[in-house]
C-alpha cells in the first residue's frame, strides 16, 4: 500500500515549456487535490477533483489544468511555465469531503527559470 | 471570510521541554480541525483531528490538542519535545460537511535545540 505517489520528485523547466505532473493514490479514494506550498505562504489549493472525470478550480488555478480520467490518478499540468509557478507541488486525497483526513504525497520540487 | 492564523513564525524549544503551537480560525459554524506535520522534504502528515465531542483529542507521537470554541482556537501541545520533533507545523480548518475545502494556516516552523 504506497498511498499517494507523486512524479517526478524534482523538475527545472524553462520559462515556455510545458509539464505534467502525476499523482496516484491506491486507497480507493474519491476526492484527490493538487496544492502548492510557497515560503510564507502555506499550502493553497489550486484544482480539485470529487470523483473520476470530475475537476474544479480551487483559490489558485490560473496557469494550470487538471484531468483525472482515472479514479486513481489526478494530474496537473503546466501549459506554459513561468517563473512565478516555481513552487512546491503536493497532491492529496481523501475518502471523502472536508471532515475527512486528506493524505499526502511527498511532493514535486518545481523550478522555472 | 474563513481563515486561519498561525501567529508564530517560528519557535525554539530545548529537548525535553514543553511545547504549545498555536492556531486560531475564523469560522461560522463548527469547524473541522486539523494539524499536520511536514519533515523536511516530506509530504504532510496527519498528527491529530477534532470533529466533535470531547475538545481535548490525543493525537500521534505524543501530541495533543484542545479545541476551545470561545477563543477560536486550536492550540497543539506537546508535554516533552524530542529532537525529532524539528519540523513544520500545520494547522488547517475544514471549511464545513460536504465541501472540499481545507484551508491551512502559513505553518509554524519549530527548532529544537539539545
Known amino acids: 500500500n504506497a498511498g499517494v505517489t507523486q512524479t517526478p520528485k524534482f523538475r527545472v523547466l524553462k520559462t515556455g515549456q510545458s509539464m505534467t505532473l502525476l499523482c496516484a493514490q491506491d486507497m480507493n479514494h474519491e476526492y484527490m487535490y493538487w496544492y502548492r506550498q510557497d515560503p510564507g505562504m502555506g499550502l493553497r489549493l489550486i484544482h480539485y477533483?470529487?470523483?473520476?472525470?470530475?475537476?474544479a478550480k480551487g483559490e489558485v488555478p490560473d496557469g494550470y489544468n487538471v484531468s483525472r480520467l482515472k479514479k486513481q490518478n489526478f494530474l496537473l499540468g503546466l501549459e506554459s511555465a513561468a517563473p512565478s509557478q516555481t513552487s512546491v507541488y503536493f497532491c492529496a486525497s481523501s475518502y471523502s469531503a472536508s471532515e475527512e483526513t486528506q493524505y499526502f504525497g511527498p511532493g514535486t520540487r518545481l523550478l522555472v527559470l | 471570510a474563513q481563515s486561519v492564523t498561525q501567529p508564530d513564525i517560528h519557535i525554539t524549544v530545548s529537548e525535553g521541554a514543553s511545547l504549545e503551537l498555536r492556531c486560531n480560525y475564523s469560522?461560522?459554524?463548527?469547524?473541522?480541525l486539523f494539524w499536520y506535520v511536514q519533515s523536511p522534504g516530506q509530504g504532510l502528515q496527519l498528527l491529530l483531528k477534532?470533529?466533535?465531542?470531547?475538545?481535548l483529542v490525543q493525537g500521534i507521537k505524543g501530541f495533543e490538542a484542545e479545541f476551545k470554541r470561545s477563543q477560536s482556537s486550536f492550540n497543539l501541545r506537546k508535554p516533552s519535545v524530542h529532537w525529532s520533533d524539528a519540523a513544520e507545523y500545520f494547522c488547517a480548518v475544514g471549511a464545513g460537511s460536504g465541501t472540499y475545502k481545507y484551508i491551512f494556516g502559513t505553518g509554524t516552523r519549530l527548532k529544537v535545540l539539545a
Open positions: 477534532y470533529f466533535s465531542g470531547d475538545t
Open positions: 469560522y461560522g459554524a463548527t469547524p473541522y
Open positions: 477533483s470529487v470523483g473520476e472525470g470530475t475537476t
